[in-house]
């Protein structure tokens, strides 16, 4: 069997052109997902609050035409609702309890890390990705990263929390009410684990989460190589819980 090594990630290759499927990780770092899978997919990736940002997923996306790259793509809820929409698709993310979902859903996945994809230059006609931007440890990395494999004019998507109401500034538990502002986080970009936007029982408690202010998640698609075609809040709240956007390179 031969082994190709790239950067964070080992492909193992029989005689065959390599699949995505049977790409492996040499050494997981920030797997912060492994042993809440399950919870997560039952509370957040298939739950009531997953429906309007997948529809809002799927309507700047478009119907598919070619291949699909979802970045981040953890238990492929979504990924594989994107593949009913005629794309054919790939998800990627780093923890292998979210990918195990993922592939039980049927979805074709690789396991490396957003900010060093396996992927050749230009080799996908879309990339998306959702709820991120509070997750990974870099944001400009991965958006660098999926400029990097868009083709020239591809569209690239992307949903996940609004920066100014969620966060570990805001209150805004189970994105009810009106968000509940608190001095002293709204600058910080350290990643959290404790916070007055916070919730001991709720995902951030477990995971952790990064907060990026308004100004640095915007500027981050810009300084990426992309041009912004749309920027939306969903209405779908009092206050808006999701930012969706979509732009080219
Ligand atoms: C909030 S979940 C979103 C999952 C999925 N996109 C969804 O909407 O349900 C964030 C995902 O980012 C993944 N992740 C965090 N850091 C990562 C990294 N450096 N490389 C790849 N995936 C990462 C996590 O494992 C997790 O599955």
Redesign the pocket.
Known sequence: MTRIRFSGCVLSLDDEAPRYAEASISRVS????DGVADW?DRE??TGEL?AAPRETAVRLLGEGAGKLL??????G??TAAFGEHGWDVVG????ED?LRLARERGVEVVQ????ALPFDDASFDAVI????H????DFSALLREAARVLRADGPFVYVGAHPCFVGPHSGFISAEGVPELHPGYYWRTERHTEAPGISPQG?RAKVGATHLPLGHFLQAFPDAGFRLERFEELKNREYPYTVALRCRR
Request: include cysteine; aromatic fraction near 12%; proline fraction near 0%.
């Open positions: 920030g797997a912060r997902y997560y957040f990736a997953a979802d970045v981040g793509c953890g238990t809820a979504h990627v993310d780093i923890s979210q490396a890390d957003v900010a990705s959702m709820w991120t509070t997750d990974v440890d995902l």
